[in-house]
């Protein structure tokens, strides 16, 4: 009996392709609506613009060469709206800096309400020798218009694979993600309590201090403390404060009996140095997030480069897009990304730490160095050739296949 069905079931399944043709063959003919009539699209073109063209409202002095960019909707580009976030994400922004096409990720200060009154808030500090940040700093100014995507990355807040608790590791300028955080919070549109150890020369240093000791004052939910690493041996700390470093050992005299969560955001030497405290608390791997890099440098020095190899100085790197090739010269220090910036070809890029895969290429031929730490590679990207080229740093002459910039 079992034999006859399954034999009546193939015959049904042979027959679909025919009836299937025929269906087709005897269908009136008519073009699809456009996409912009579906309403699930426009509601996803207004969540997760591909670009957010914005215009700076007003510039904000923070701390000593740290300056708050309250961007607002350029109209006039399209942009009718910005676009909602969750607390701890960032922009990418495309700039044109002395003709270079770049890109630069900033996290977003502001709270997420904050796009409901039609503003979105980044806050941008000097780096000595930073190509990008003293050309905002020196050039930006009310009316100046910004090219930024929608908003982008996982270092927020999830319920469900995070913690209740939430301890938060802040370095310099790394506090911006967390003020987001916390305004959140306070607003009542996050659940969480947000321990910060907030990592700082000295107290005058610390941006945003005041308005986050404010936020604590009228939250329960949220606590700031204040670690300071310039303090002369014989001084005391100032009352609330920590002295030193951010340590496992000061990480366990905040955290709770409990589960904990600990999210950290600053300098590469910040994320170094953590790199031999965060193992010592023993944590589940779920419960520790770190925000994105940023761009690394001098390649030399970082974990597994190839001691051994004979790498030139310069390098060769042919690029393949849409049928044609450039060549361009590249130094072995500059990651392939920077070197085809330099060399005025636009490529991809948002993250720019190796994690959102924007910049994805295929490598033709050559070697290349890519730190385990920042590898975000599928085993398919590893097999088939497949590179970041934000993360990876010319060992000889290279060809690579680089997808067209928006």
């Known amino acids: 009996m079992g034999t006859n069905l399954d034999q009546v079931k193939i015959a049904d399944f042979t027959r679909l392709a025919a009836t299937r043709a025929a269906h087709i063959q005897n269908a009136v003919a008519r073009s699809f609506p456009a996409a912009d009539s579906y309403s699930a699209n426009r509601l996803a073109e207004v969540l997760h613009p591909a670009h957010q063209h914005l215009v700076v409202r007003t510039v904000t002095d923070i701390a000593d060469d740290m300056k708050c960019y309250t961007l607002a909707p350029d109209i006039e580009a399209g942009t009718e709206q910005i676009a909602w976030f969750s607390a701890g994400q960032y922009l990418s922004l495309n700039l044109d800096v002395d003709g270079m096409k770049v890109t630069r990720a900033y996290s977003i200060s502001s709270s997420p309400r904050s796009t409901l009154a039609g503003t979105i808030e980044i806050s941008v500090k000097r780096v000595p020798g930073g190509l990008v940040s003293n050309h905002i700093l020196d050039t930006w100014k009310p009316g100046t218009k910004v090219d930024a ?55 005058k240093e610390m941006a945003y201090r005041d308005e986050l000791l404010e936020l604590a004052r009228k939250s329960a939910k949220v606590k700031v403390v204040p670690v300071l690493s310039d303090l002369a041996e014989d001084e005391k700390a100032p009352a609330g404060c920590e002295r030193g470093f951010i340590t496992a050992r000061l990480i366990r005299a905040y955290a709770p009996d409990g589960d904990y969560s600990v999210f950290a955001c600053g300098s590469q030497a910040m994320y170094r140095f953590l790199d031999t405290e965060l193992p010592k608390l023993h944590l589940r791997r779920k419960f520790i997030r770190r925000e994105l890099m940023g761009e690394l440098h001098e390649p030399k020095k970082l974990a597994g480069y190839p001691e051994d190899a004979n790498v030139p100085e310069t390098v060769s790197i042919t690029v393949v897009r849409e049928g044609t090739k450039e060549v361009v010269t590249g130094s072995a220090d500059d990651s392939v990304l920077q070197s085809l910036e330099k060399g005025g070809i636009a490529c991809p890029s948002h993250c720019r730490s190796g994690a959102c895969g924007w910049c994805h290429s295929r490598l033709v031929s050559g070697d290349v160095f890519c730190p385990k730490s920042v590898d975000g590679r599928r085993e398919a990207d590893l097999k088939f050739g497949y590179i970041h080229p934000c993360v990876s740093f010319p060992l000889s002459d290279l060809e690579i296949e680089v997808p067209r910039a928006e």
């Open 149 to 203: 995507s929608g908003p982008l990355g996982t270092f927020t807040y999830e319920r469900l694979r995070d913690a209740h608790t939430v301890i938060g590791l802040a370095g310099g300028s790394g506090i911006t993600p967390f003020l987001s955080m916390a305004r959140a919070i306070a607003e009542g549109d996050e659940d969480f309590d947000l321990i910060l150890l907030y990592g700082s020369r000295s107290l």
